[in-house]
């Protein structure tokens, strides 16, 4: 069963240059299987962790503690306006024609408290999803998100 569940927000990938303490924002990303993003600098590397898939709500969460996040600042390759973690590890999101797969809970790293110390514990199971590409595509801000639950 597939159900929009919502939109992608963002789109965020650093190349190899990037020195920023967040990712950039970028227009749209090419995902490939079997290779992960185009350009990204963690592209061809761990492909079960190619995409961090991150929700408004992890943002939220910091902004109810006063800690105001730039957006790609958790790493994030897709924001999206719903909660990832509401579903689980072997669920598929189809961004459009692109599907990639949940394949575990992003932990929280520990350079994340260079925005604040609270941030690590703060986001601790709450920081996003790494997914897998299934299928080859391009994906853009305002593109529906849908689901199929395994």
């Known amino acids: 069963m597939n159900n929009i569940i919502g939109k992608v927000i963002g789109t965020f990938s650093a190349t190899k240059d990037t020195t920023l303490d967040y990712r950039p924002e970028v227009k749209s990303l090419n995902l490939i299987k079997d290779f992960g993003i185009e350009h990204d600098k963690f592209a061809g590397k761990k492909l079960d962790r190619t995409v961090l898939i991150v929700g408004i709500e992890s943002y939220e969460i910091a902004k109810r503690q006063g800690i105001n996040l730039k957006y790609g600042s958790l790493g994030e390759n897709i924001l999206v ?38 941030l690590p514990k703060l986001l601790n199971m709450h920081r996003g999803l790494y997914c897998k590409i299934l299928t080859n595509g391009i994906v853009k801000k305002q593109m529906n998100v849908a689901i199929k639950e395994s």
């Open 81 to 118: 306006d719903f909660d990832p973690h509401n579903y689980k590890v072997g669920d598929i999101f189809n961004i459009e024609n692109t599907q990639i797969e949940i394949t575990q809970i992003c932990t929280v790293c520990s350079h994340l408290s260079k925005f604040d110390k609270k």
